[in-house]
């Protein structure tokens, strides 16, 4: 799965603002060429959610360009997401090579275009020779080229969130922590970058506090959902970790977590926590609406995890859920001292 969570941790969204691109509405929706059936499909109903779920609600007070593109980059996320998981097992492979060959078409006509050349990244993409020439066919593809044009973003962090969904169909479980933050480089971090270079203000170091910043959110999306994961037969707690608690995979399918569980997620609380508190300094390096929606990100991984820790760390018994007023609290405190 992908950081999806980056854009929709919050509980409210602002429906009076229409920001979903064009290409992605419910009459324009329709792929071109030899996109299949499945693939458009998937890729039109992830550009509704992006218009009908969840953004942090520092969102909404951003500029129309900025939440245009956002939703722009989210609907992709969703379509990277829905073809990984919720897709027929035997299709998603297909699927997600469809969309990274759709990938290479944008960024090969986007190298062809007046202009064009702002747009950063290889059109080949990971899978060398790239696509048959044409647009692209996926009205989540098409929908991000505005954003790739004016904001220059690089290929590479489209690749790496699909193929973090390529891993998840042959990757179950993670032996150490250091494949878990391998992973999150794929699933996570892109997206934070993503997110820079829609502001603007893309630099190696600001993207060196980003991608802490993402992977600590993707952990807590993990330790929120470690019930959820396992149903779908999935692990991202560290084997070592496990081991090193005393905690079995029969702990993690109990209805109640155990002490054996609960210190374990105490342990991975504390260290997404340290993780993120390392990377939040990123928002001091930022002003106006860039520094707005960091800030929010960055909230709403606090929210998290302190919500995981309010629970007394049983993430088995419900998903540990924060309230608006955390989130809230906590991007204020984010916003006005830069950390």
Same mark, same amino acid.
């Given at each position: ?190 997206? *934070?970058?993503?997110? +820079?270079? @829609?502001? !603007?203000?893309?630099?190696?170091? $600001?993207? /060196? %506090? ?77 002003? *106006?609406?860039?520094? +707005?929606? @960091?800030? !929010?990100?960055?909230?709403?991984? $606090?929210? /998290? %995890? ?34």
């Amino acid at each position: 799965m992908t950081l999806t969570s980056l854009f929709a941790f919050a509980s409210e969204l602002c429906r009076d603002r229409d920001v979903t691109p064009e290409a992605t509405r419910t009459g324009e929706c329709r792929a071109t060429g030899a996109a299949s059936t499945s693939a458009a499909a998937i890729a039109a109903q992830a550009g509704a959610k992006a218009s009908a779920e969840n953004f942090p609600v520092a969102l909404r007070f951003l500029p129309r360009r900025y939440r245009g593109h956002l939703a722009a980059v989210y609907g992709f996320a969703r379509s990277v997401d829905d073809m990984g998981d919720e897709a027929a097992p035997p299709e998603r492979a297909a699927l997600l090579d469809e969309l990274e060959a759709d990938v290479r078409r944008l960024y090969r006509m986007m190298s062809r275009s007046p202009g064009g050349g702002r747009a950063g990244g290889e059109a080949g993409g990971p899978g060398g020779a790239g696509s048959d020439g044409g647009p692209p066919r996926l009205s989540a593809v098409r929908a991000l080229a505005p954003a790739v044009v004016t904001c220059a973003i690089p290929a590479q962090p489209f690749y790496d969130l699909i193929a973090a969904n390529r891993q998840d169909q042959v990757v179950s479980r993670y032996p150490a922590f250091g494949d878990l933050e391998d992973y999150c480089r794929l699933s996570a971090n892109p997206v *934070g970058r993503i997110v +820079l270079h @829609v502001f !603007g203000v893309a630099t190696p170091e $600001r993207e /060196a %506090l980003s991608d802490r910043v993402c992977t600590a959110l993707q952990l807590a999306e993990h330790w929120q959902d470690v019930a959820e994961d396992l149903r779908a037969g999935r692990i991202y707690l560290p084997q070592e970790d496990m081991q090193r608690f005393g905690c079995t995979e029969d702990d993690l399918a109990a209805p109640r977590a155990s002490p054996q569980v609960r210190a374990l997620m105490a342990f991975e609380e504390r260290r997404a926590r340290h993780l993120l508190d390392s990377g939040a300094p990123i928002v001091g390096t930022l002003r *106006g609406a860039a520094r +707005l929606a @960091v800030a !929010g990100y960055v909230a709403g991984g $606090r929210a /998290a %995890l302190a919500a995981i820790a309010a629970s007394g760390h049983d993430v088995l018994r419900a998903t540990p859920r924060p309230g608006q007023a955390r989130v809230a609290a906590e991007m204020v405190r984010a916003y006005a001292t830069g950390n």
